[in-house]
């Protein structure tokens, strides 16, 4: 049960979210703001500064009076531990509460390890970015995890993921949670990428897809400024939709016809490698693009196509604002937009399409780690988690945080 005290600093986590647009106020324009009595405002200024959520700033005043205290956002206030986990590389950031990234790694680290070796790298690789950046155990808000296969919402481990053998309902989220000490969120990485490119490059869409083409194709989906899972966290798995110029081609998913066998990173380096042009990866399809092989100019074009068929029938049906290109395969740049552009212009509804802007990604390869710390700052700064840790009324460092997966 709440005390009285208790029940009045409960909406401190509302008021946390009026000071995180950055702008520093006075007690008197949060009064004017909130509507709330002075008191009860003083009281949860009190709960968020004993937190260090926010900081006293003083105001200068225009008239020449006395300065006021005014209260800021602190940025600083907590870390948070985000991960990229791709098929053959990872990328690993540790950001402040504005996904200012603090400290960032890169390496080659390829999932097929299997969980138990690629987590207890990640693990090494926290540490050793915390010792260097001088951060503490206790100063982390969450750790956030991408994954490249798809990841069950209510638990946050992978489901049957078909390139990471081995990781089939592993408790990615206990198994972080137990040796930090802090909420794990698991997602897989297009949700990851779409989250940190709405929040970093396009936060005024209320409606945006991220596709994805890399080794394979899938989409995250941004709707009413959320992302949207689906019931199962299955939602935006474009690369089996059946296209028909790929009738008698088996997937690696058992099925024939899905889009990913003929557009994909994967898909366009095995024609390349069979034609006798040397393309192991997306990676290598990208550098021929770059350097004019016409077979590659060819067959990125067309894959371009191919994905934009799909995509004109989702603009139909879900009709988004912006439509963001990001992978691998994205860094050939125009030679893939063109041709999805060029599809779903004429295939979408006018309507749908009026206002649509096609894109690349702006962040890049650095969209899912940003993401990643997206998904775990808006989870520990809602104003629920909020209230919860000022209510309990003693010392962070014993809130005694679990695994978690909750959803930001
Ligand atoms: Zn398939």
């Keep these: 049960m709440l005390s009285e005290a208790n029940g009045s600093i409960a909406g401190a986590g509302a008021l946390l979210k009026i000071l995180r647009d950055g702008q520093a106020r006075t007690r008197a324009e949060l009064v004017q703001l ?3 009595a002075r008191s009860t405002l003083g009281q949860r200024l009190d709960a968020l500064l004993s937190q260090r959520w926010i900081v006293p700033t003083e105001e200068a005043i225009s008239s020449g009076g006395r300065p006021a205290v005014a ?6 206030a907590r870390i948070a531990l985000a991960a990229d986990l791709g098929a053959t590389h990872a990328r690993v950031a540790i950001t402040d509460l504005g996904t200012e990234v603090l400290a960032e ?3 080659e680290v390829p999932i097929d390890r299997g969980p138990v070796e690629t987590l207890t790298w990640l693990q090494h690789t926290f540490e050793e970015m915390l010792a260097e950046t001088g951060h503490t155990r206790d100063q982390i808000c969450g750790i956030g995890v991408g994954l490249p296969g798809p990841v069950e919402h209510s638990s946050g481990r992978p ?44 936060p005024e869409a209320d409606h945006l897809i991220f596709v994805k083409i890399g080794t394979g194709i899938g989409c995250g989906i941004i709707s009413d400024r959320h992302l949207h899972r689906g019931a199962q966290g299955a939602a935006g798995d474009i690369g089996h939709i059946q296209v028909a110029s790929a009738a008698d081609i088996v997937c690696r998913c058992g099925n024939l016809g899905c889009l990913e066998a003929v557009a ?14 040397e393309a192991a990866d997306s990676r290598d399809v990208v550098r021929l693009v770059r350097g004019g092989n016409t077979q590659a100019v060819q067959l990125i074009r067309q894959a371009g196509r191919e994905i934009g068929d799909v995509l004109a029938s989702i603009v139909n049906f879900f009709n988004p604002s912006v439509i963001v290109v990001g992978g691998d395969i994205a860094e050939a740049g125009e030679q893939v937009l063109a041709g999805l552009r060029e599809v779903i212009y004429s295939r979408s509804l006018p309507l749908a399409t009026q206002h649509l802007t096609i894109t690349a ?27 919860q840790a000022v209510t309990r009324d003693r010392p962070r460092d014993t809130m005694g945080v679990a695994a978690d997966h909750g959803t930001p």
């Design 34 to 36: 909130t509507g709330l």
């Design 71 to 76: 209260f800021t956002f602190n940025r600083g």
């Design 105 to 107: 790694r890169a390496d």
């Design 159 to 202: 489901v049957n993921p078909p390139i990471m053998p081995g990781w089939d309902g592993f408790p990615v989220p206990e198994w972080l949670g137990e040796r930090f000490g802090a909420p794990v969120l698991v997602d897989n990485d297009v949700n990851i990428m779409a989250l940190g490119e709405h929040w970093a490059a396009r």
């Design 264 to 277: 994909s990173g994967a898909a366009m380096s095995a024609r390349l490698s069979a034609d006798g042009v």
């Design 361 to 387: 990604s702006e962040l890049s390869d650095r969209a899912g780690v940003i993401g990643a710390a997206v998904m775990v700052i808006e989870h520990a700064l809602a104003p629920g988690t909020v209230d």
